[in-house]
């Protein structure tokens, strides 16, 4: 198993966490002097413990000489220098800024945004609206005249005049309101902004919305119809792939003539299974009867894939063939699922709530929590100086910060009677905010709604830059993911580029393990199915007579009925989907079958066994020979290092975890 993947987890088990609370901190080992602990050793073993299936692994003695070996590969990063790269730099931050999103949620509030994104997920709505826009910022007045507008135009809808017809009259949402006439279509929870989409689920069937306040404006809503979520389902399916863009036209027709010829079959009565292993050319799903993992809507890329498979309505129906982006399909339907319980989804919503614009709910509620967790002192004289340094050249992007910064070098905002900040970075937000867009007046009120936000953004920063000391589990996978991604970088450095790039070592691992890189008995050969005993008889006498495919194919099948099907190519003499012969040699075979087929082979060339030639399996033995560097890796590192273990400190942690 990868250390990689062990150790690059973020979930913490609490059983992990109880446990090394109640552990004496204890150094396990050292690596050339540098201490490794017992706190760390067990939270990493206990978090693992359920990933990994190799019970080898679970062994004690066997995790600590992995843990060992994946320290030992940490120290080589830093010797290398790896954390002074820019990207690593970079990545790492990303990858706290990510993790950190989870500690500044409210929990209260977001399990009510879950639990109702999940209502709202059991139906799909289908709406119209008309926008009119408006800034978020925008003066009462303003405000209240693009109100009045909206509510004037929504009295002539509940009037009875055409909802479309004023879209196109009158909805700034450009162009779809000229071209679909505010037509939005069916949408369920997280397709539209948050406050359209509760409009939306408010709003009685047939009826229209009060006008709805969101970033981009007012909008009123037409709710044209509500129908249920259709749930999860599994489909089998025959693919045939797309002709390339600069195939003749004749290519792609005999693509299209290949699914009707499949379709055919299935309507006579031959499984279906059975032909997507012969003809499906979705190589991933071939083998299993073409069945696809379950799937929703949304979920696929071909929506009108989903539409087709959703319509099937009985298990074993199928469509027609039909054609997609991707190819041709034939579609079966295996089974239909209804919608996951609350349960079941919670943790999926919960995530994708954090990514809404619901999140903005969230962050509000949990700045309020900060402000009573981390009390803010603002000084009235500073502030009042800040006042005076702006002027109505801000409203024209025109305002300059004052020459000299030395007058607003003393502090403006205080958190937690512990961090600083001056009056000079509100000034520099003052400034970046300016071609942001808040307009608001006068000036006394811009610049209160600006220190608004500067308050709680600086906020928030305190909070997120003391989650390592407000919480140990968030420091410590913190710690693992700078050494796992430390691991990576170094993996692809001296293992993966190396194996690709040392063409010598690689030449030379291919020549030492040259059994393990052959072709196995093969056939270049015409291979002729069909589920009727007689008709392959007939097509083996007119290969007899050689007559070729196209002749046979035009000679059987008639009146619209496809008695028989082709393959032709080089094949593996074991290949599953060919029928066992006694013997594979050139001319043609007697007639063979397997379960309801019946074949006749043309083989035209027997392809004995071979080596085969590098460049023919070269991805393999570069993967190969990335394992085997892997493999002696940490045994080199190890005559690198100078490492000692604590074994009476390692026998006492065995003991406790051992209860």
Known sequence: MKLKKVFLGISLCVSALSFAQQTKKEVLFTINENPYYTDEFVRVYNKNLDLVKDDSQKDLDNYLNLFIGYKLKVNRAYELGLQDNRKYQLELKNYREQLSKNYHLD????????????????????????????????????????????MEIRAKALAGEDFGK??????????AAKTDKGELG???????????????????????????????????????????????IIVAHIMLLKSKDNASEEEKAKVKTRAEEIYQKLKQGEDFGELAKQFSQDGYTATKGGVLEKFSSGSLSSE?????????????????????????????????FPLL?????????????????????????????????????????MYSKVLTAVNDSYYVTAWKLPESADNFNKTLLTINNDKEIKAWDFLEYINKEQKGGIKAKPLNRLVSILFEKFSNEKLNEYYDENLENEFPEFAGVMQEYKDGLLLFDLMEKEIWDKAKKDTVGLKNYYNAHLDEYRWGNRVDAEVISSTDKKTIEKARKLLKKGKDIAFIKEELNTN?????????????????????LDKWETGISDVVSKGDYYYVINVNKVLPATTKALDECRGRVVNDYQQYLESTWVDTLKKEFTVKVNKDVFENIKKQLNQ
């Open 107 to 150: 929990k209260e509030v977001t399990d009510e945004l879950v639990q109702e994104a999940y209502n709202r997920l059991q139906k799909e709505v289908k709406a119209s609206h008309i926008l009119f826009k408006l800034d978020e910022n925008a003066l009462p007045a303003d405000t209240l005249r693009v109100y009045n507008k909206a």
């Open 166 to 175: 004023l879209a196109q009259q009158y909805s700034e949402d450009i162009p």
């Open 186 to 232: 069916y949408f369920s929870a997280f397709r539209m902004v948050y406050p359209f989409e509760t409009g939306a689920y408010t709003t009685p069937k047939g009826e229209v919305s009060m006008p709805i306040r969101s970033r981009f404006g007012y909008h009123i809503i037409k709710v044209e119809d509500v129908r249920q979520n259709r749930g999860d």
């Open 304 to 336: 009108e894939f989903e539409n087709r498979a959703f319509a099937l309505e009985v298990p074993g129906d199928y469509t027609e063939p039909f054609e997609t982006q991707y190819g041709w399909h034939i579609v079966k339907l295996v089974k239909k």
């Open 341 to 381: 319980t609350f349960e079941e989804s919670k943790e999926d919503l919960e995530a994708r709530v954090a990514k809404d614009d619901r999140s903005s709910v969230i962050a509000e509620a949990m700045t309020e929590k900060l402000k009573k967790k981390y009390p803010m002192d603002t000084d009235k004289k």
């Open 560 to 580: 619209g009925k496809i008695n028989v099907i082709e393959r032709s190519g080089v094949f593996a003499q074991n290949d599953e989907m060919l029928p066992v």
